[in-house]
């Protein structure tokens, strides 16, 4: 098994919507101790690297490392992934993984992409992001992160003190047009006082996966 993770490390994913006894409530942090359980699991051989997504593009923190010889460091990396290391608060998912499909089509399309996240555009999509790789080329996996309820989400400093949770207010006006995106898209409008809300958009993200030949 050869693996690229990419993890969303947007602010939504610090929303707490999870319940499983003993594994962290975030989503950040669940979908991480997931992938914690899941290396103990693979067997000698197999390679993992890791990544990170926010605004519209990935970086990858180092290529595949075998993980019984280096199990250690890729766990250490792994620990660290922290939402505070976003380089934009925009989330444009699924142009975040055509670009993580271009990177892989150009690093080794031999690799697996596997990408964490709850899929959610902020702010909404009002056109289509189009995927100018061939689907399927990279085999890929989307895993979606989150609940399907509509929850609000938390809001940090840069220490990581809770200041309370994001407002509708807070979130830029869409993009109007860009040369990336074609046609426009049904979009939600946020309303213009009260909390923002995050879910898990399964839907959003089965049609970026049928888009680019990839899984969800």
Not at 112 to 128: M, S
Not at 144 to 153: K, Q
């Amino acid at each position: 098994f050869r693996y690229q993770l990419v993890f969303d490390i947007t602010q939504s994913m610090n929303t707490q919507d999870y319940q499983v006894s003993g594994l962290p409530r975030d989503r950040l942090g669940y979908a991480k101790a997931a992938v914690r359980q899941a290396l103990h699991e693979l067997p000698c051989g197999s390679e993992v690297g890791l990544g990170l997504f926010t605004t519209q593009t990935v970086h990858f923190l180092f290529e595949p490392l075998e993980v019984c010889d280096h199990f250690a460091v890729i766990d250490d990396v792994l620990e660290h992934i922290d939402w505070r290391m976003a380089w934009s608060a925009d989330t444009h998912v699924e142009m975040g993984v055509h670009h993580a499909l271009r990177e892989m089509q150009k690093l080794d399309p031999g690799l697996r992409l596997v990408f964490f996240t709850d899929g959610q555009e902020t702010p909404p999509q009002t056109v289509q992001p189009v995927y100018d790789g061939k689907p399927g080329a990279v085999a890929g996996a989307l895993i979606g992160v989150g609940g399907l309820a509509p929850v609000t989400v938390p809001r940090y400093d840069r220490e990581n003190q809770l200041l309370g949770v994001w407002e509708n207010a807070d979130i830029e006006k869409p993009p109007v047009s860009t040369t990336v995106y074609s046609e426009k898209v049904v979009t939600r409008v946020l309303p213009a006082e009260g909390p923002y809300l995050s879910w898990l958009d399964e839907p959003h993200l089965k049609a970026v996966a049928a888009a680019t030949g990839s899984t969800y």
